[in-house]
C-alpha cells in the first residue's frame, strides 16, 4: 500500500457533528464491518458485538435515548476518567472551544453549551447508530481490542465515502441502551458511532481537531541520531 495514501484516509476521517438523513445501503455497511473485523484482537477473540439500526430503528431510538438523557442521571458500565488535568484538559478545552465557536455558543453560555452536548444523544441527525459491546468476562483487554475495531470502522467508512463520530456519551444510560437492544447483562456497554453522509453545510462541521507534535508524547529510548 501507498504509505501516503493510507495517510490520506486518517487525515480524511473526523468527527462529524451533522448528518444528512439519507441511509446508507445495507451492502455498503456490510462492508464496512466486514473491513473493521480484520484489526487484532488478543488471541483473536473478537470481542466485540455491534448492534446496527436502520434509518426508521435510528429515529425511533433518538427520541427516546434524547428523552431519557434529559430526565434521567448517567449510568454507565465503564466510569469515566476521574479528572482531565495538564495538557489533556488543554486539548479537550481546545476541541470544545472549537465546536462550540463553530456553532455560536458563546464562552460561558452552560445552556447553549448543554443544548449543544444533548445533540450526541439525537446522533447528531445520523441516520444509523452501531452500539459497542463486549463481554464482562473478558475485562478492560477487551475494551482495548474494541478500541481497535471501532478506529477499523471508522477508517473503513471514511474509505466508503461515509462520515462517522465515535460516542462514548451515549453509554453514559448504559442499562437504558442493554434494554432497548435486549443484551444480556454480562454485556459492557462500551460506546456508540454514528454514521452517515456528512453534511458538508452544518458550521459543526468546519473545523479540524490538530495532533501534537511527537517529541510531546513519544520517549525514545536508544534512538540512533545519526
Avoid at 19 to 42: G, H, M, N, Y
Avoid at 59 to 67: F, G, I, K
Avoid at 133 to 154: I, M, N, Q, R
Avoid at 171 to 200: S, T, Y
Wanted: overall charge negative; proline content about 7%.
Amino acid at each position: 500500500m501507498d504509505p501516503d495514501t493510507f495517510d490520506a484516509l486518517l487525515g480524511a476521517r473526523h468527527s462529524c457533528r451533522a448528518f444528512r438523513a439519507d441511509p446508507i445501503p445495507t451492502p455498503v455497511i456490510e462492508e464496512i464491518l466486514l473491513s473493521a473485523q480484520k484489526v487484532p484482537s488478543w488471541c483473536n477473540a473478537q470481542p466485540w458485538q455491534v448492534e446496527v439500526t436502520t434509518a426508521s430503528q435510528t429515529d425511533r431510538l433518538r427520541d427516546a435515548l434524547y428523552a431519557h438523557a434529559r430526565s434521567n442521571a448517567q449510568t454507565p458500565d465503564v466510569d469515566w476518567p476521574s479528572a482531565y488535568t495538564g495538557l489533556h484538559q488543554r486539548r479537550r478545552k481546545t476541541c470544545g472551544s472549537q465546536l462550540y465557536k463553530s456553532v455560536g455558543v458563546t464562552p460561558g453560555d452552560r445552556a447553549a453549551s448543554g443544548q449543544q452536548m444533548l445533540e450526541n444523544f439525537r446522533f447528531f441527525g445520523a441516520p444509523h447508530i452501531a452500539l459497542i459491546s463486549a463481554p464482562a468476562e473478558l475485562g478492560p483487554y477487551a475494551y482495548l481490542d474494541c478500541g481497535g475495531f471501532v478506529t477499523g470502522f471508522c477508517l473503513a467508512a471514511t474509505a466508503q465515502g461515509v462520515a462517522t463520530i465515535p460516542q462514548a456519551a451515549v453509554a453514559a444510560f448504559a442499562p437504558f441502551l442493554r434494554d432497548w437492544f435486549n443484551l444480556p447483562e454480562d454485556r459492557v456497554i462500551l460506546c456508540g458511532i454514528a454514521f452517515g453522509r456528512r453534511d458538508e453545510d452544518h458550521p459543526a462541521n468546519s473545523f479540524r481537531t490538530g495532533r501534537a507534535d511527537l517529541d510531546e508524547w513519544v520517549h525514545w529510548h536508544g534512538k540512533d541520531t545519526e
